[in-house]
């Protein structure tokens, strides 16, 4: 709730603002106060209280305050509150800083599956498996997590592109179908290319979702499916670089429900790709003998007596 909050501020009227910003200068006092009490603490009114309990989907301030209340219990078990939110100065030691920018990560995954939609990735996760192909934009440090989402894919054999430049993402948006699959990241939501591309997709009927930690965005309203990230900020760490672990937290499990939805065909699919790049790797043992000398496996004198590679091909770069 109050990863949603710190993330939907800025968009609010400026009355809900000073609301949520009372809350978030003070989550545990705002759980236990009454409607007048937080009214009067954000010098607005019980009314506007109760416009932002509805803008957060809450049908009244009771609920508001049991979330709260749940959350900051949360929070105070975990030491969370010790580390988020503190600067990083120049002088600071590593170990320090660790445990700042860990805390922040942890905090953003916690947040972010506390808030993931799950009927919305599971709605998701059988469009993907259905479809013909699925094009995936994402822009600066989205990009990656765009990249990765692909990468995971194609391993179970979904047919899928991460493009690069947005006219290329345009022209491939432009022919996909009623059918097909659009994915578009950003943080922010408001990144104008990322808008255009998946409006385009819904033009010609392609089912199209967004990955924002801003559910009322542009993007948010061009997608017919909203997940939702929630980043941590910390010093040299702005949100809209925050956001990675928490997308990569969304797009991980899209994966993996994806994969368990089509289980036997991804199991094949996983196990030929793998043995497809297995020669490309190291024997994780030595030959016997000591250094073993040539090159790649099997191309170089040496390496008849080696033992056969282990039979794990699930891991590699």
Same mark, same amino acid.
């Given at each position: 709730m109050l990863g949603r909050i710190r993330a939907e501020r800025s968009s609010?009227?400026?009355?809900?603002?000073?609301?949520?910003?009372q809350i978030l200068a003070d989550p545990a006092g705002a759980a236990l106060a009454t409607i007048v009490d937080l009214a009067e603490r954000s010098s607005t009114s019980t009314a506007t209280v109760t416009r932002f309990c509805r803008a957060f989907d809450f049908g009244g301030y009771a609920g508001l305050r049991v979330a709260l209340a749940t959350e900051t219990g949360r929070a105070d078990q975990a030491r969370w509150d010790l580390d988020i939110g503190r600067e990083i100065l120049p002088a /600071?030691?590593? /170990?320090?800083?660790?445990?700042?920018?860990?805390?922040?990560?942890?905090?953003?995954? =916690?947040?972010?599956?506390? =808030?993931?939609?799950? /009927?919305?990735?599971?709605?998701?996760?059988?469009?993907?498996?259905?479809?013909?192909?699925?094009?995936?934009?994402?822009?600066? @440090? @989205?990009?990656?997590?765009?990249?990765?989402?692909?990468?995971?894919?194609?391993?179970?054999?979904?047919?899928?592109?991460?493009r690069c430049d947005v006219h290329s993402a345009l022209t491939n948006a432009s022919l996909l179908a009623p059918g097909d699959v659009a994915i578009g990241l950003s943080h922010s939501g408001r990144t104008h290319e990322v808008v255009e591309v998946i409006t385009e997709a819904a033009s010609h009927g392609a089912t199209t979702a967004a990955v924002t930690s801003f559910s009322q965005s542009p993007l948010a309203e061009a997608a017919d499916i909203v997940l939702t990230s929630a980043p941590h900020e910390t010093t040299f760490r702005p949100e809209a670089l925050a956001a990675l672990h928490s997308q990569l937290l969304v797009l991980d499990l899209l994966y993996v429900?994806?994969?368990?939805?089509?289980?036997?065909?991804? @199991?094949?699919?996983?196990?030929?790709?793998?043995?497809?790049?297995?020669?490309?790797?190291?024997?994780?043992?030595?030959?016997?003998?000591?250094?073993? =000398?040539?090159?790649?496996?099997?191309?170089?004198?040496?390496?008849? /007596?080696?033992?056969?590679?282990t039979t794990d091909t699930t891991t590699e770069d």
């Open positions: 609010l009227p400026e009355a809900l603002q000073r609301v949520a910003e /600071d030691p590593l /170990d320090r800083v660790l445990g700042i920018v860990a805390s922040a990560a942890g905090r953003a995954v =916690q947040e972010t599956a506390a =808030q993931l939609d799950l /009927d919305a990735l599971d709605r998701l996760t059988g469009a993907l498996a259905q479809a013909r192909r699925v094009e995936v934009l994402g822009i600066g @440090s @989205s990009a990656t997590a765009a990249s990765e989402l692909v990468f995971r894919l194609q391993r179970i054999g979904v047919v899928c592109w991460a429900a994806l994969a368990q939805r089509t289980y036997e065909q991804s @199991s094949e699919r996983f196990a030929v790709t793998a043995r497809a790049v297995s020669g490309h790797r190291l024997p994780t043992t030595p030959p016997a003998g000591g250094r073993r =000398q040539g090159g790649r496996r099997g191309t170089g004198p040496g390496l008849r /007596d080696e033992a056969p590679p």
